[in-house]
Protein backbone atom coordinates (compact mmCIF):
# COMPACT_ATOMS: atom_id res chain seq x y z
CA UNK A 1 0.00 0.00 0.00
CA UNK A 2 0.79 3.26 -1.16
CA UNK A 3 -0.33 6.88 0.03
CA UNK A 4 0.10 9.98 -1.78
CA UNK A 5 0.30 13.49 -1.01
CA UNK A 6 0.78 16.12 -3.52
CA UNK A 7 1.63 20.15 -2.90
CA UNK A 8 2.92 23.15 -4.18
CA UNK A 9 -0.25 24.01 -6.56
CA UNK A 10 -1.28 27.54 -6.35
CA UNK A 11 -1.86 30.39 -8.81
CA UNK A 12 0.87 31.88 -11.28
CA UNK A 13 1.18 34.49 -14.16
CA UNK A 14 1.72 32.88 -17.36
CA UNK A 15 5.10 32.22 -17.89
CA UNK A 16 6.20 31.85 -14.05
CA UNK A 17 7.45 28.53 -12.26
CA UNK A 18 6.10 26.01 -9.53
CA UNK A 19 7.28 22.41 -8.29
CA UNK A 20 4.74 20.16 -7.51
CA UNK A 21 5.66 18.03 -4.94
CA UNK A 22 4.35 14.23 -3.76
CA UNK A 23 5.24 12.76 -0.82
CA UNK A 24 4.92 8.86 -0.71
CA UNK A 25 4.44 6.58 2.62
CA UNK A 26 5.83 3.55 2.84
CA UNK A 27 9.35 1.59 2.25
CA UNK A 28 8.57 0.28 -0.60
CA UNK A 29 8.26 3.65 -2.72
CA UNK A 30 11.21 3.04 -4.85
CA UNK A 31 9.59 0.14 -5.98
CA UNK A 32 7.43 2.35 -8.22
CA UNK A 33 7.34 4.26 -11.00
CA UNK A 34 5.81 7.42 -10.82
CA UNK A 35 3.62 9.37 -13.04
CA UNK A 36 1.64 13.12 -13.09
CA UNK A 37 -1.86 13.27 -14.75
CA UNK A 38 -3.88 16.38 -14.99
CA UNK A 39 -7.69 16.84 -15.29
CA UNK A 40 -8.65 20.39 -16.43
CA UNK A 41 -12.66 21.39 -15.95
CA UNK A 42 -14.66 19.24 -18.49
CA UNK A 43 -11.97 17.26 -19.85
CA UNK A 44 -10.56 13.77 -19.67
CA UNK A 45 -7.49 13.33 -17.05
CA UNK A 46 -4.37 13.38 -19.45
CA UNK A 47 -0.51 11.77 -19.17
CA UNK A 48 2.14 14.56 -18.11
CA UNK A 49 5.08 12.72 -17.38
CA UNK A 50 6.58 9.79 -16.01
CA UNK A 51 9.66 8.65 -14.15
CA UNK A 52 11.17 4.68 -13.71
CA UNK A 53 11.84 3.44 -10.40
CA UNK A 54 15.45 4.56 -10.15
CA UNK A 55 15.30 8.24 -12.24
CA UNK A 56 17.13 6.84 -15.02
CA UNK A 57 14.53 7.26 -17.37
CA UNK A 58 11.41 9.53 -18.06
CA UNK A 59 8.83 10.35 -20.70
CA UNK A 60 6.74 13.45 -20.90
CA UNK A 61 3.79 14.38 -23.14
CA UNK A 62 4.43 16.82 -26.18
CA UNK A 63 2.00 19.44 -24.61
CA UNK A 64 4.81 19.64 -21.79
CA UNK A 65 8.02 18.74 -23.14
CA UNK A 66 10.73 20.97 -22.54
CA UNK A 67 8.93 22.86 -20.38
CA UNK A 68 8.39 20.48 -17.36
CA UNK A 69 10.96 18.25 -15.89
CA UNK A 70 9.70 15.16 -13.38
CA UNK A 71 12.72 13.73 -10.93
CA UNK A 72 12.56 11.85 -7.64
CA UNK A 73 14.64 11.20 -4.26
CA UNK A 74 14.06 7.63 -3.10
CA UNK A 75 15.76 8.94 -0.20
CA UNK A 76 13.03 10.99 0.83
CA UNK A 77 10.09 9.42 -0.77
CA UNK A 78 9.13 12.05 -2.92
CA UNK A 79 8.45 12.77 -6.43
CA UNK A 80 8.50 16.32 -7.96
CA UNK A 81 7.26 18.50 -11.40
CA UNK A 82 8.78 21.09 -12.11
CA UNK A 83 7.10 23.95 -14.63
CA UNK A 84 8.67 26.42 -15.81
CA UNK A 85 7.38 28.78 -18.85
CA UNK A 86 3.39 27.90 -17.54
CA UNK A 87 0.50 28.65 -20.08
CA UNK A 88 -2.80 29.65 -19.30
CA UNK A 89 -3.67 26.18 -20.79
CA UNK A 90 -2.00 24.18 -18.22
CA UNK A 91 -4.50 24.87 -15.61
CA UNK A 92 -5.81 22.06 -13.87
CA UNK A 93 -5.62 19.92 -10.98
CA UNK A 94 -2.45 17.43 -10.97
CA UNK A 95 -2.39 14.08 -9.26
CA UNK A 96 0.30 12.17 -8.85
CA UNK A 97 0.27 8.34 -9.65
CA UNK A 98 2.07 5.57 -8.53
CA UNK A 99 2.85 2.52 -10.57
CA UNK A 100 3.78 -1.23 -9.68
CA UNK A 101 5.90 -1.75 -13.16
CA UNK A 102 8.87 -0.75 -11.83
CA UNK A 103 11.09 -0.03 -15.15
CA UNK A 104 8.17 0.65 -17.49
CA UNK A 105 6.83 4.27 -18.01
CA UNK A 106 2.93 4.32 -18.02
CA UNK A 107 1.16 7.09 -20.27
CA UNK A 108 -2.50 5.27 -19.42
CA UNK A 109 -4.11 6.24 -16.04
CA UNK A 110 -4.96 2.44 -15.74
CA UNK A 111 -1.80 0.68 -15.14
CA UNK A 112 -1.05 3.12 -12.00
CA UNK A 113 -2.29 1.70 -8.70
CA UNK A 114 -2.35 4.50 -6.34
CA UNK A 115 -3.11 8.21 -6.63
CA UNK A 116 -2.50 11.44 -4.75
CA UNK A 117 -5.76 13.61 -3.85
CA UNK A 118 -4.71 16.08 -6.19
CA UNK A 119 -3.37 19.82 -6.12
CA UNK A 120 -4.97 22.30 -8.16
CA UNK A 121 -2.68 25.01 -10.36
CA UNK A 122 -3.90 27.89 -12.00
CA UNK A 123 -2.13 29.99 -14.50
CA UNK A 124 -3.53 33.22 -15.17
CA UNK A 125 -2.76 34.77 -18.44
Known amino acids: QVQLVESGGGLVQAGGSLRLSCAAS????????MGWFRQAPGKEREFVAA????????HYADSVKGRFTISRDNAKNTVYLQMNSLKPEDTAVYYC??????????????????WGQGTQVTVSS
Open 97 to 114: AASGSSWSLQVSAYDYDY
Open 26 to 33: GRTFRLYS
Open 51 to 58: ITWSGGNT
